[in-house]
């Protein structure tokens, strides 16, 4: 079946850097296109940075333009994004997701704590 495990969440001041990873299986990874999103705490899940299959098209919601990048390898099923310049508003769980045949797949999230 279809898993998605993020991991490398942490606590880190305003203006440093984090990478997230998703490591994923029971599909064909290459294949789908790949999304991050975040949930802050109180407010509704939101969608971040999509890659597509090849990771050749990037998109990038507003407020993480120029400051996170998302990529990918297909030969590790490994999904990844570069934070950097991290303000506290970045705060929040954050999840990979794949859609898979009309359904989407969530990992448990992983949370990142922008504090000084």
């Known amino acids: 079946q279809v898993q998605l495990v993020e991991s490398g969440g942490g606590l880190v001041q305003p203006g440093g850097s984090l990478r997230l990873s998703c490591e994923a299986s029971g599909f064909v990874f290459g294949g789908y296109n790949m999304k991050w999103y975040r949930q802050p705490p109180g407010k509704e899940r939101e969608f971040i940075a999509s890659?597509?299959?090849?990771?050749?098209?990037?998109k990038y919601e507003d407020s993480v333009k120029g400051r996170f990048t998302i990529s990918r390898d297909n030969a590790q099923n490994t999904l990844w994004l570069q934070m950097n310049s991290l303000k506290t508003e970045d705060t929040a769980t954050y999840y990979c997701n794949v859609n898979f045949y009309a359904n989407d797949y969530w990992g448990q999230g992983t949370q990142v704590t922008v504090s000084s």
């Open positions: 890659i597509s299959g090849p990771g050749t098209i990037k």
